[in-house]
């Protein structure tokens, strides 16, 4: 049971690169989150899935796609990276009716 | 608006100290509190959860925290702490029933030997 997990740990992009962060859970949970950790920021949501089919936009997502693949997997997709996008992204699951959510260990973007 | 405040960036305690972290939230009915903890380069770990009941609500790591109504308040407590303590602490709530988790900036705790 490895819980919530994350690829990549570390990437580096140039400006205007696009890429897709990857997430996936093993613990059945119906919802998925993408959050955003910055300096003296916290974590601010950018997309959820409350359930597989649905997504919804969080408090920042501009600049991002999301696409929930299936019940395990939520993926957050840069179509053109910009340097305001560097940041560490943590994924995150709850299960139904439960408030708790789960966090993967986090991918580290930089972009140059 | 809908808001977590955690007042201290940084503290700086002595290891065997007593600790206490402040969190105040600014919501319109009870919420549901949660502190997590972060390691560095590390994911969030749940330290411990408040939904209702007992207003003292104990944790992993021996941490306690309490929900205080009339203070809008939910501070993180430990009263000896071990220099492996030394992380930053996020104090979070989300309201009933909804999928959004406010956060809140953030301290980051450094234990002194």
């Avoid at chain 1, 990549?8 to 950790?37: E, I």
């Avoid at chain 2, 390691?39 to 749940?46: A, H, K, N, T, V």
């Amino acid at each position: 049971n490895a819980g919530v997990t994350q690829t990549p740990k570390f990437q580096v992009l140039k400006t205007g690169q696009s890429m897709t962060l990857q997430c996936a859970q093993d613990m059945n949970h119906n919802s998925m989150y993408w959050y955003r950790q910055d300096p003296g920021m916290g974590l601010r949501l950018i997309y959820y899935s409350a359930s597989e089919g649905t997504t919804d936009k969080g408090e920042v997502p501009n600049g991002y796609n999301v696409s929930r693949l299936n019940k395990r997997e939520f993926s957050l997709r840069l179509e053109s990276a910009a340097p305001s996008q560097t940041s560490v992204y943590f994924c995150a699951s709850n299960g139904q009716g439960e408030e708790t959510q789960y966090f993967g260990p986090g991918t580290r973007l930089l972009v140059l | 608006a809908q808001s977590v405040t955690q007042p201290d960036i940084h503290i700086t305690v002595s290891e065997g100290a007593s600790l206490e972290l402040r969190c105040n939230y600014s919501y319109g009915a009870t919420p549901y509190l949660f502190w997590y903890v972060q390691s560095p380069g590390q994911g969030l770990q749940l330290l411990l959860k408040y939904f209702s009941g007992d207003t003292l609500v104990q944790g992993i790591k021996g941490f306690e925290a309490e929900f205080k109504r009339s203070q809008s308040s939910f501070n993180l407590r430990k009263p000896s702490v071990h220099w492996s303590d030394a992380a930053e602490y996020f104090c979070a709530f989300s309201g009933a029933g909804s999928y959004q988790l406010t956060f809140g900036k953030g301290t980051k705790l450094s234990v002194i030997p």
